[in-house]
């Protein structure tokens, strides 16, 4: 029997992007991508040479790569500060007195900080973290709300050669106590709370809890940000503004090398202890600006708003390090979408211009099923360029996003990457790539990505089989933080000198690349392998339906059985009748293989706290009847207790 992913779902609908568009963009045909391209694999060192160049270096490096699978080393011997490159840079020259940050918390106070602005900030903050005795390689955990005080606190760390940690300010005290623990951080940077829903989150009591169980703390920095009264710590804890009255605003940044670690991230792994990825300085910065550049193609005057968290990849690399190594203005907020309601980001991008949306099909299905009056209301005319991130795009949210918000004339970039390649790793490029809804299409310069079956053949076209990146890039991580064993086995043990990513993928004939899903979630209904996404996206098709996970249940016939979760539309009621149209609709869409053997109605779906669908619990749940494993990393648990009443229910 093949092991092979099977694919049903056919997208035959195409957008290429406008003369106008194409006319102003960097890369403004396929025969100029695909030329680059070719370069850029056959002679990396030619192509990454020259972008890196556009940094600032204090010193060249003499050798561009030093590789030894999974060994990457990049640009070695040069010396530069990813601070610098991203602050001074711009302070000093033309771009002094532009916007570098655009705030506006959830209450709705705002704040612009110039580039010369937040260069004083930076390095105020870079004399505070100095005073404190922070130095070189030190890890320094930074849990902080959506303000700029989380991008100055990452920067200065940046600055002064110390490694960052930021953790997600949704995460819990148990969380931080995890990663406190495995980076054996000896400094942090937090504030009294910060704004979510109208409610204080309260991060300081959160990081007084975890420092009861962790010892080895010596500072806590705390920003003032919701005033309420939260209780010090006498020789550990200091206001932030407090201590910032006492340094100058004057700092020298010193070079590092390329090598120097940046910071690590821990990723949501999905089961046992979480990894710390690791990433390094100028391979990182110059595939983050690199990106920047190509796929958003930023240009001076344009204004950016990615709505991740810094808590993210996604925020480390598409809010902080390259949005600012381009020196483009950009917006960020503190809140959540619906604060006061669905309207909060229309009317953010109709009141700053926005340009440039970055955002997660995760919210965009939040407002297709609040409805399309929200952005109705708003002019939206400022946008050129949309993107989306974290999960497969369903088709039919994608055309939603196109028209109700990009007004049919905005391309849309799909990117696919992850914590550990750092940067965006395939993706259209907006002058030039067609468009199809639901795939990430085509590999970024540098990124030589394929899909192998298990005998490490190549796949053939509409053949699904697993995401490899088969040569090194800048910005890939360096190592699983203090596991080199672990790092090797996770993503470099399947195929000898490959990256292997841990995603089932397929390329249509075009060599447009489509993501069915994680390999961990593939169903097998009687011996054929159905990746999630084509069937979540055959229900998400449906009118009634905003949003849909998929799972396999033990079936004796089958094998597994299919078992779909399904969230309706705001105003549509669920029924028995609705129940059958929809299995019959997935049977219509992809074939009677695929139709859902069960089907839930779920007010909601459980989510990472970055918004992906967490299958795993609700296989769990669909296997089991309760869920046991690690819930750590769930953001809502009541979604489950709740489901798992129903499933209980149903039987
Ligand atoms: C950046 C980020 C990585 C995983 C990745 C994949 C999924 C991200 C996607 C996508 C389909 C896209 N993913 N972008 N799947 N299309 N455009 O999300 O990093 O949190 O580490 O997650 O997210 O499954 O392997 P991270």
Redesign the pocket.
């Known amino acids: 029997m093949s092991n092979k992913i099977e694919s049903h779902l056919v997208e035959d609908r195409v957008f290429k992007p406008t003369k106008e568009f194409s006319a102003k963009a960097r890369i403004s045909s396929m025969a100029q991508y695909k030329k680059l391209w070719q370069e850029s694999v056959d002679k990396p060192e030619v192509f990454w040479a020259r972008e890196a160049k556009e940094l600032e270096w204090r010193n060249k490096w003499t050798k561009v790569l030093d590789w030894k699978a999974p060994d990457a080393k990049w640009f070695v011997g040069g010396k530069l500060n990813v601070c610098e490159n991203c602050v001074d840079r711009h302070a000093k020259g033309s771009r002094r007195n532009k916007a570098a940050i655009i705030f506006e918390g959830e209450p709705g106070d705002r704040q612009v900080l110039t580039y010369a602005q937040l260069h004083r900030e930076v390095c105020r903050f870079a004399n505070v973290l100095l005073a404190k005795g922070v130095k070189s390689k030190d890890r320094v955990l930074v849990y902080m709300p959506m303000i700029p005080e989380a991008a100055i606190a990452m920067l200065a760390c940046a600055r002064i050669g110390a490694v960052h940690s930021v953790v997600f300010g949704g995460f819990s005290s148990d969380s931080i106590v995890d990663r406190l623990e495995d980076s054996g951080a000896t400094h942090v940077v937090t504030a009294d709370g910060g704004w979510r829903r109208g409610k204080i989150v309260p991060l300081k009591d959160n990081v007084d809890e975890a420092l009861k169980k962790y010892k080895a703390i010596k500072s806590v920095v705390v920003f003032k940000r919701t005033g309420q009264e939260i209780s010090m710590t006498k020789g550990r804890d200091t206001w932030w503004h407090e201590e910032t009255e006492k340094v100058t605003a004057k700092h020298e940044a010193k070079a590092f090398d390329s090598e120097h670690p940046l910071f690590i991230l821990y990723?949501?792994g999905s089961t046992g202890k979480p990894k710390g990825i690791l990433h390094t300085s100028g391979g990182y910065l110059t595939g983050t600006y690199v990106t920047c550049k190509y796929v958003f193609d930023m240009q001076d005057d344009d204004v950016y708003w990615c709505t991740a968290d810094v808590g993210?990849?996604?925020g480390h690399s598409y809010i902080v390090y390259g949005p600012l190594a381009m020196g483009v203005t950009q917006v960020m907020y503190e809140g959540a979408p619906n604060q006061p309601d669905f309207g909060r980001f229309w009317q953010m991008i109709e009141e700053y211009g926005v340009s440039i949306f970055y955002t997660a099909p995760t919210a965009i299905r939040a407002f297709i099923k609040a409805g399309d009056h929200f952005p109705k209301k708003h002019d939206l005319s400022s946008l050129r360029l949309l993107g989306?991130?974290?999960?497969?795009?369903n088709p039919e949210a994608w055309m939603w996003y196109h028209e109700k918000i990009g007004g049919g004339r905005c391309p849309i970039v799909?990117?696919?990457?992850?914590?550990?390649t750092g940067a965006i790793m395939i993706t259209p490029l907006p002058g030039c790539t067609p468009l199809k809804p639901g795939t990430?299409t085509l590999p970024f310069f540098g990124v030589d990505a394929a899909i192998l079956d298990e005998t490490g053949q190549e796949c053939k076209a509409n053949e699904g089989g697993r995401l490899v990146i088969r040569k090194p890039w800048p910005s890939m991580t360096r190592s699983i933080y203090g596991d080199k064993a672990r790092y090797k086995k996770t993503y470099w043990s399947d195929y000898q000198g490959m990256y292997t990513?841990?995603?089932g993928a397929r390329r249509d004939k075009q060599g447009n690349f489509w993501?069915v899903g994680?390999l961990d979630d593939v169903l097998n209904v009687s011996g054929h392998r159905l990746g999630t996404a084509e069937v979540e996206s055959a229900l998400v098709g449906h009118p009634a339906v905003a949003e849909a996970a998929v799972v396999g249940r033990p079936d004796d016939l089958k094998g597994q059985a299919v078992v779909a979760f399904v969230t309706l539309k705001a105003g549509i009621a669920d029924s028995a009748a609705l129940q059958k149209e929809l299995r019959e609709h997935v049977g219509k869409v992809i074939g009677a293989i695929a139709k859902p053997d069960d089907l839930h109605f779920a007010p909601a779906l459980p989510k990472t706290r970055?918004g992906?669908i967490m299958r795993r619990l609700l296989k769990e749940l669909v296997t089991t009847g309760t869920v046991s494993g690690n819930t750590t990393t769930l953001e809502d648990f009541s979604v489950i207790a709740n489901l798992q009443e129903k499933i209980a229910g149903a039987k």
Do not use: L
Not at 388 to 393: F, L, M, Q, R
Not at 414 to 420: A, G, H, M, S
């Open positions: 990723t949501s993210w990849i996604t989306s991130v974290g999960e497969p795009i799909d990117t696919w990457w992850q914590t550990e990430a990513a841990g995603d993501i994680r970055s992906k």
